[in-house]
Every structure is written in structure tokens, then in C-alpha cells.
């Protein structure tokens, strides 16, 4: 695809419930970023792929969170047992190896009620 | 720890007038800095790199290491300015490039 896609775009779910939110990144890309945003803040980290593995899960808040790449192309987050305070825009981000540059994608506005 | 601040959450500028969207940083080691762009219903994107040392649509952006600071100038503002505006760094000798934002500012520009 031409640039990072995420899906779904939006996401609506009852506290306590599991959610499952997709990143597909720019073919290619071997490196593939988590971040949360919440209303009126910046993104803030959440973990780092390269290739399949996790190089960095240092910004996970809790074991509620996990993040899968199996082929190293196709992210998956997945929080379990979903609180209010998860709502946010999850964004996904990609680069080169070695690269600084990073492609964002439109994020997905998960909210919880 | 790594952390970005930009004290401004808006600035509101005419059209033509100078617009300077402030950041500032603190980290440990040699860091790399950006200023990422987000406009209306679009997603982030990066406007431009302090290693790169260019302008992107009038913007530039200087590192000084003595202040801590990586200041956005243009300037004279246009109305497709009007944005939010992130300022980020990493660590040039970090493993990946995970990005520590600062909390954005929103640039108005009225006609």
C-alpha cells in the first residue's frame, strides 16, 4: 500500500471487554512503532518492533497490553479487559531499518464506555 | 529521562505575521530532533529534522544545544499553516527510533 493503514479506523467497546486494533506498515519497513495519544496530549510510546520481535516494550502500561508482529509485517495490539481510561487514538508508525524517519497512520480512536 | 516541552497549546497569528512555536528538551545524550505536522484530518507527518538542516514550506528550525531548545520559526505565516504541531526527539545512538513527543501546539492563522 502507498502508506501505513490502520483498521478499524474507529472502535467502540464496554469496559472490560478485549480489543484487537491492526497495523498494516509500508512494505518493506522493518521497523513498526506503537504509540497512544490521548485528548490534548502528544503520542506517547508505547513499544518497538524489529522484524518479529519486540525490541522495546518499555512504554506498555500494564500486562492488560501485548503486541504481536509474526511475520514481521502485520502488527496486532491487543488490550484485554479494556478500562476507561484506555480511550485514545492508537497510533502506528513504520520506517526503514535504520531509518528516522517514521510514517504514521490515521490511528484508531478506540473509546471505551 | 528523555522529555519535550512546548509551553504553547495555541498560537494565533494574521496571516503574513511571524509565527515561533517553542520547544524545549531534556536528554541525557546526543539527540536527534523533529518538528511533526498534523493537519485537519490528516494524519502526522514530519516537517522537517534538525540533522537535515533545510526549510520545508518557509519553516526552519535551529538546535541549540545550550538553551536545550529546537525553536519553529517562519516567517510569515500562511493560512494552510494553521495545524498541530509536534516537536520530538530520539537518541541518535538508540537502538530503533522510538520518539518522545512534547504535548503539541495549535497554530491559527486568521485571514
Known amino acids: 500500500g502507498a502508506g501505513v493503514s490502520q483498521t478499524p479506523s474507529n472502535k467502540v467497546t464496554e469496559k472490560g471487554k478485549y480489543v484487537e486494533l491492526r497495523c498494516d506498515p509500508i512494505?518493506?519497513?522493518?521497523?513498526l512503532y506503537w504509540y497512544r495519544q490521548s485528548l490534548g496530549q502528544g503520542p506517547e510510546f508505547l513499544i518497538y518492533?524489529?522484524?518479529?520481535?519486540?525490541?522495546?516494550d518499555s512504554g506498555l502500561p500494564n500486562d492488560r497490553f501485548f503486541a504481536v508482529r509474526p511475520e514481521g509485517s502485520v502488527s496486532t495490539l491487543k488490550i484485554q479487559r479494556t478500562e476507561r481510561g484506555d480511550s485514545a487514538v492508537y497510533l502506528c508508525?513504520?520506517?526503514?531499518?535504520?531509518?528516522?524517519?517514521?510514517?504514521f497512520g490515521q490511528g484508531t480512536r478506540l473509546t471505551v464506555v | 529521562a528523555q522529555r519535550v516541552t512546548q509551553p504553547e497549546k495555541l498560537l494565533s497569528v494574521f496571516k503574513g505575521a511571524p509565527v515561533e512555536l517553542k520547544c524545549n528538551y531534556s536528554?541525557?545524550?546526543?539527540?536527534?530532533l523533529f518538528w511533526y505536522v498534523q493537519y485537519s484530518r490528516q494524519r502526522l507527518q514530519l516537517l522537517l529534522r534538525?540533522?537535515s538542516r533545510e526549510s520545508i514550506k518557509g519553516f526552519t528550525a535551529d538546535l541549540n544545544k545550550g538553551e536545550t531548545s529546537f525553536h519553529l520559526k517562519k516567517p510569515f505565516a500562511q493560512e494552510e499553516d494553521s495545524a498541530m504541531y509536534y516537536c520530538?526527539?530520539?537518541?541518535?545512538?538508540?537502538?530503533?527510533?522510538?520518539?518522545?513527543f512534547g504535548g503539541g501546539t495549535r497554530v491559527l492563522v486568521k485571514p
Open positions: 508508525a513504520s520506517s526503514s531499518e535504520r531509518g528516522t524517519e517514521a510514517f
Open positions: 512494505s518493506g519497513h522493518t521497523a
Open positions: 536528554y541525557s545524550g546526543s539527540p536527534e
Open positions: 520530538a526527539l530520539t537518541g541518535r545512538l538508540a537502538a530503533g527510533n522510538k520518539l518522545t
Open positions: 534538525h540533522i
Open positions: 518492533f524489529q522484524g518479529t520481535g519486540a525490541a522495546d
